[in-house]
């Protein structure tokens, strides 16, 4: 696994999702099956654990599934902000994800 301490721009991605207010208009929705303000949640709630001392093995599975909903309906979204709001998320899963890899030797 990678060093927690990395600067790999988590913490800049949460100041950023912090700041940003949730996309008007997109409260009750989904795609696919996948609601949007429960994915906030979920992933936000993972960020947040990761920066307090890191994800344990239920909560980096909990990631994968956030990563595979975050791919599913960004696609879709088609409203500009929206997209712009659940791109960052998924960055920032991704940065977490990285923490998480086994390192190659």
Request: with cysteine.
């Amino acid at each position: 696994m990678r060093e927690r301490g990395r600067d790999d721009g988590l913490a800049h991605l949460w100041e950023e999702h912090m700041r940003a207010p949730f996309p008007p208009g997109f409260r009750g929705v989904g795609y696919e099956g996948v609601d949007l303000i429960l994915l906030d949640s979920d992933v936000a709630g993972l960020i947040r654990r990761e920066l307090d001392g890191g994800l344990d093995e239920e909560g980096v599975a909990i990631l994968w599934w956030c990563i595979a909903g975050l791919d599913k309906v960004l696609p879709l979204i088609d409203d500009e902000y929206c997209t712009s709001y659940y791109r960052r998320l998924r960055t920032a899963a991704a940065v977490i994800a990285a923490r998480h890899l086994p390192s190659a030797i």
